[in-house]
């Protein structure tokens, strides 16, 4: 299986445990955090649905600079808007993937606030690490925040103590 191929079947399996748990976000709680210093609830889950697109930008572009505030700022006032942004993300990444190369995912992508140059890898690497793991990582941190809630967590990759319930 190659690269492009691998990368497109994780994104659609995972895809299924992260719109699991977007759709139990509190939609009359988004401005809940667990402490002072964490992301309210509605700007992580935000975050977890622009992130589905990030494979999909990286394929498409050669960097990110921070410092021009190049990415969406989306409009979710809805469980709704919120799952469409994210399903709409998995959509442009699978696209873009499909139709890129595997001479395409070895040139270097750079992600740069300014002259700053925050990362420089392979897209691969950058889909691999700041769009897939980067993902997870903050659906983790969601899922702490619903137990926290006292909301359902579900599980991700079979049953949660909540699914046994």
Avoid: C
């Amino acid at each position: 299986m190659s690269t492009i191929q691998t990368l497109i079947s994780e994104i659609k399996q995972e895809a299924k445990g992260t719109r699991k748990t977007l759709q139990n976000v509190p939609f009359d709680q988004l401005d809940w955090k667990p402490h002072e210093k964490s992301m309210k609830l509605k700007s992580l889950a935000i975050h977890i649905a622009q992130l589905a697109g990030w494979a999909g930008l990286i394929v498409q572009t050669d960097e990110l600079d921070f410092a021009k505030n190049e990415l969406p700022n989306p409009k979710v006032s809805s469980l709704e808007d919120l799952l469409k942004y994210f399903d709409e993300g998995v959509q442009q990444s699978v696209e873009a993937l499909n139709a890129t190369t595997e001479d395409d995912l070895k040139k270097e992508w750079t992600l740069r606030h300014g002259a700053n140059v925050l990362m420089k890898l392979p897209k691969a690497a950058f889909i691999r690490t700041m769009a897939m793991n980067h993902l997870y990582h903050h659906r983790a941190q969601l899922g702490v925040y619903l137990r926290l809630l006292d909301i359902p967590v579900p599980g991700m990759y079979g049953p949660s103590a909540d699914d046994r319930a």
